[in-house]
């Protein structure tokens, strides 16, 4: 009986050191998803998954928040979103994101083309350990503001990186949120976004006109690697009976 005992308590012993082994590895995976900006749960309403492109929702009254956390070197910091003019493109990335990459590097850029001239860029990632404060500071460029804060995370309901919100802070609205595979791809989304949030707030704006349409036209063939010398633009003249001159009847 003794020995039926002190063999139980040695197999108990060791489950448990297994069941603590399965438990660690599970908080180390976890962590590391966490670090790569890879979501465990989607919730329903988010506009895309990380790194494919996502339609951008309608405006929503009341959704901005301002942001607070600490700057890439560790000093506490505030970021008002709300109650200032113009716009503010909130990104959310990771330096652990490989989709991510495409982001730093076009932010690097002296030229952005923002949707609006009036449009400040934010980049926002989360609180360590779940972002590496020395490699996030060694990716944010220069004269670009940065924020570490899963607190805005949260309140912009951030299924993962890379992921974008633009603010219009004077009303306190969101124009739009989403994601996308690179910057090109995002910025025509924001600008279509935004054309729709002006025309709805300033009804009198009325339709785009055509000038508009056909830059918006050339901006997303250009996203699509389609330019101006692309054979489907400028086919050569006399391949089909659709390019042959034909004499318009007379009126008799």
């Not at 309403?45 to 070197?73: F, K, Q, T, W």
């Not at 990459?101 to 980049?123: H, K, Q």
């Not at 976004?193 to 997303?220: K, M, N, V, W």
Request: net charge negative; glycine share 12%.
């Amino acid at each position: 009986m003794a020995l039926a005992l002190v063999l139980l308590s040695c197999a108990v012993g060791v489950l448990a050191l297994l069941v603590f082994g399965l438990l660690r590895s599970h908080a180390e995976i976890i962590r590391a998803l966490h670090r790569a900006g890879i979501p465990l749960e989607e919730s329903g309403g988010h506009a895309g998954r990380p790194g494919v492109p996502g339609e951008l929702p309608s405006p929503v009254d009341g959704g901005a928040h301002d942001i607070v956390g600490v700057s890439p070197g560790g000093s506490p910091t505030k970021i008002s979103v709300t109650g200032v003019r113009g716009l503010t493109l909130l990104a959310f990335l990771s330096s652990g994101c490989r989709t991510c990459e495409t982001f730093w590097t076009a932010f690097a850029e002296p030229d952005l083309g923002l949707p609006d001239a009036r449009t400040r860029l934010v980049i926002v990632g989360q609180d360590p350990p779940l972002e590496s404060e020395t490699a996030f500071a060694g990716l944010v460029p220069s004269g670009i503001k940065a924020v570490l804060s899963s607190a805005a995370w949260q309140d912009y309901d951030v299924p993962g990186s890379p992921y974008f919100a633009l603010v219009d802070g004077t009303n306190n609205r969101m124009v739009g949120s989403g994601t996308a595979a690179n910057w090109d791809q995002m910025r025509n989304m924001l600008r279509t976004a935004l054309d729709d949030y002006l025309r709805e707030i300033d009804p009198e704006r009325g339709t785009t006109s055509g000038r508009d349409r056909a830059r918006r036209a050339d901006q997303a063939l250009a996203a699509a690697g389609i330019g101006r010398d692309h054979p489907s633009v400028n086919p050569e003249p006399g391949t089909g009976d659709r390019d042959t001159p034909r004499d318009l009847p007379s009126d008799q």
